[in-house]
């Protein structure tokens, strides 16, 4: 079946740097992305989102780059903080799939560490 | 501003037992989700309402039932709980075809 897997499970990076989390998907019908941050013991917090018609999308401090050519999305985490340590999730939304509504299709995740 | 509740946060029950979990949203969100967070699996979609009194299943709905009398509730209840219903349960409302917002997860343990 149709499905959104992560690259990496676990993802190192010291503070400062620059993060970069990746996501493959494999649904050409998907048209709405989004990123969700999971820290411990919390519910999935929206990070940023891009639709389709988009290649780039801008947030604070971060980044979301949709590749359609190769189902491609990633997320990038611009000098990383301490409390950017979390799990990274990104979904997929297929529009005008039959029942598919507003379901959104989930990767694992990828654990983001910080290193100080 | 609560957003998006859900109770208990924790329950203990024994297998059997009938346990209902609560959803609450304040958005007027015409959507709303139940998911289960397991080790190795994500998170897995239980059952979806896209408005008051339209419920459908979603990727695992069995031992488990919803009703949406109301739009800003959205219990979830497991008739007859089982071992491998222990999970952390994540409650979530939308828009169409829009962002899905999270509340803070029920952490159930059946025994």
């Known amino acids: 079946g149709e499905s959104v897997g992560l690259h990496l499970p676990t993802l190192s990076v010291q503070e400062g740097d620059n993060s970069i989390i990746n996501c493959a998907y494999s649904?050409?019908?998907?048209?709405?992305f989004i990123w969700y941050k999971q820290e411990s013991g919390k519910g999935p917090q929206f990070i940023i989102d891009?639709?389709?018609?988009?290649d780039k999308r801008q947030g604070q401090r971060v980044t979301v780059l949709l590749n359609k050519t190769v189902k491609h999305l990633s997320l990038q985490i611009a000098a990383t903080q301490p409390g950017d340590s979390a799990v990274y999730f990104c979904?997929?939304?297929?529009?005008?799939?039959?029942?598919?509504?507003?379901?959104?299709?989930f990767g694992t995740g990828t654990q983001l560490k910080v290193e100080l | 501003d609560a957003g998006i509740t859900q109770s208990p946060r924790y329950k203990i029950t024994e297998t059997g037992r009938q346990v209902t979990l609560m959803c609450h949203q304040t958005?007027?969100?015409?959507?709303m989700f139940w998911y289960r967070q397991d080790l190795g699996h994500g998170l897995r979609l239980i059952y979806y309402?896209?408005?008051?009194?339209?419920?459908d299943k979603g990727e695992v709905p069995d031992g488990y039932v919803v009703s949406r009398s109301k739009t800003e509730n959205f219990p979830l209840t497991l008739e007859s709980a089982t071992r491998s219903q222990t999970s952390v349960y994540f409650c979530?409302?939308?828009?169409?075809?829009?962002?899905?917002?999270f509340g803070p997860g029920t952490r159930l343990t059946v025994l």
């Open positions: 309402s896209a408005a008051a009194d339209i419920t």
């Open positions: 958005w007027s969100h015409s959507y």
């Open positions: 979530a409302s939308g828009l169409e075809h829009d962002t899905q917002y």
């Open positions: 649904n050409s019908a998907s048209d709405y």
């Open positions: 891009i639709r389709s018609n988009m």
């Open positions: 979904a997929e939304n297929m529009r005008g799939v039959t029942g598919g509504g507003n379901k959104l299709t």
